[in-house]
Nanobody
Framework: VQLQASGGGLVQAGGSLRLSCAAS????????VGWFRQAPGKERDFVAA????????YYADSVKGRFTVSRDKSENTVYLQMNSLKPEDTAVYYC???????????????WGQGTQVTVSS
């Protein structure tokens, strides 16, 4: 299994970015692809996730209504559309594959390399 995150960059507050996570390898219908983020000096926190098969989506409270996670199974890619960005969204964003506990970082077994998102005020 490999995951590669891309699409990060520098954006002004209120702007938008779309992150991509290109996935390869074995993904079951029950697999989960999650997005996490880590700001300097902080823990890596859950942001959003999507069930590979059914497409069920899950969000952290801090991003609900602003971020949307989706997937294109034909392209084996998961997207994170981020709107109304705030300076506190600044972090390195990672995608990862999980199988059971959606919100639990330790349940994710394969991780991409991360992409930097910087939101200026």
């Amino acid at each position: 299994v490999q995951l590669q995150a891309s699409g990060g960059g520098l954006v002004q507050a209120g702007g938008s970015l779309r992150l991509s996570c290109a996935a390869s390898g074995r993904f079951l219908s029950s697999s989960i692809v999650g997005w996490f983020r880590q700001a300097p000096g902080k823990e890596r926190d859950f942001v959003a996730a999507i069930r590979w098969g059914g497409g069920n989506t899950y969000y952290a409270d801090s991003v609900k209504g602003r971020f949307t996670v989706s997937r294109d199974k034909s392209e084996n890619t998961v997207y994170l559309q981020m709107n109304s960005l705030k300076p506190e969204d600044t972090a390195v964003y990672y995608c990862a594959r999980g199988s059971r506990a959606i919100y639990v970082r330790s349940d994710y077994d394969y991780w991409g390399q991360g992409t930097q998102v910087t939101v200026s005020s």
